[in-house]
């Protein structure tokens, strides 16, 4: 079985990689997807083999997936990347993939939010396509709070319009893991499943574990939607992309990462990082 983990250079598609390898999938049956393979030189040191992988370039997909098994498609970050997730969806069923694994984002189908729009549009593109797959809805990382408290060092306070909402986060570790066992395991066939963090918490918690690992004190800043865009135009984003950031705060105020019920725990069998100790990591790696 020939697994290609694509993005293969971002944060989780590395954490991937190193997961299959503690599981025991030789390094020579993996294939590391990536959109510019001189920047992963590291990774083929490895015994992977690096494919150039471009969501956009339909012709790197095909000639990316001679010989493969199973595909994790790592979503992507361009604007418009439910066309790249498509494009890799028709290649996938092209060359006959046995399994697709697909990192979505949370309660896509309950919740109406910006950012979940094009999981979404992927999510029902697989299911058009016919080609077998599992769907891992991944909650919020740890690490995606590292800037926020690396300035409240200095300002002391972490500014957000998410109200009392909370977030069931987990490292990326915790995820790559839950991916690899998609990938190398029949236990996910052909599942959707919501993955977070093993605790939900509110900002004032994310104030106080900040508080914690910097060692001097730190508030959440409770501010609306419309402040926070402003303040985010002010320091020089387009309205646009303002506009876009601050609506993840409301969806998270309306409930969109406030759900846990154990399942990543079960899937990867340990507790889930805590924020406190992703943090803690996170800012002195």
Known sequence: MTLLVSAATGHLGR???????????????IVAGVRTPAKAEDIAARGIRVVEFDYV???????????????????????????GHRNVIE???????????????PR?????YALGADHLATERAIAESGVDATILRNNWYNENYLD??????DSGVIVAAVGDGH???ANRRDYAEAAAVALTTDDLRGQTLELAGDVAWTYDALAAAASEVLGRDVAYQAVSVEQLAAGLEQAGLDAGTAAFV??????????????????????????????????RAGLKG
């Open 246 to 279: 601050a609506g993840i705060d409301d969806a998270i105020a309306r409930g969109v990462l406030s759900q846990t019920d154990g399942t990543l725990a079960r899937v990867i069998g340990h507790p889930t990082t805590p924020l406190i100790e992703g943090l």
């Open 15 to 29: 954490h991937v990689l190193d997961a299959l390898l503690e599981r025991g999938v030789p390094a020579s049956d």
């Open 108 to 112: 896509v189908d309950e919740i109406e």
């Open 148 to 153: 926020a408290v690396s300035r409240a060092a």
């Open 57 to 83: 370039r339909p012709e790197t997909l095909t000639a990316g997936l001679e010989g493969v098994t199973r595909v994790l498609l790592i979503s992507g970050t361009d604007a418009d990347r439910a066309t």
């Open 91 to 105: 290649a996938a069923r092209a060359a006959g993939i046995e399994r697709l694994v697909y990192t979505s984002a």
């Open 167 to 169: 977030v069931a986060s």
